[in-house]
């Protein structure tokens, strides 16, 4: 790989790591924060995701390291406070940013001939359409109560 398509690998790779340290952040808030009826389970979920996160932003960052880049530090905004439910919708809306933003990086990818990040992206995005489904599950079962 030349020097400026290992560039705009690490730069899309950058995107990742920043979202998934806000990921990080705003679910471990969420899961020390959330109260209610319903909390214990979706205490659990929150602790988990965030696991899961931390996960993604180890391989990732790794990925940045072995392609001779550093990983960013900067933090998106995290959301925090609210009810159990806004908690939740805060959550899917991140979770549905993150799988928009990672469909649109493995195309770019692929097209740059990064197979092995392209590869790791696609595992993460499954990750995250995971998440969004079980937020969504959340949220349908908080409405109907």
């Known amino acids: 790989m030349n020097a400026s398509t290992r560039s705009k690998v690490i730069a899309i790779l950058q995107e990742g790591v920043t979202n998934e340290l806000g990921a990080v952040i705003q679910y471990l808030w969420h899961h020390y924060q959330a109260e209610g009826i319903y ?43 609210g009810d159990l439910k806004q908690m939740i919708q805060d959550d899917l809306d991140l979770e549905l940013g993150a799988a928009k933003m990672y469909a ?31 937020f969504e599950i959340m949220l349908s079962k908080i409405r109907k109560k």
């Open 39 to 81: 909390s214990p389970k979706i205490k659990d979920t929150f602790e988990e995701f965030s696991v899961e996160e931390m996960e993604h932003l180890e391989k990732i960052s790794e990925r940045i390291v072995a392609l001779g880049g550093e990983p960013a530090t900067k933090l998106p905004p995290v959301k925090k406070g």
């Open 104 to 134: 649109e990086h493995i195309p770019q990818l692929a097209k740059l001939g990064d197979t092995t990040s392209r590869l790791m992206l696609e595992k993460i995005l499954a990750d995250e359409e995971k998440h969004i489904m079980e």
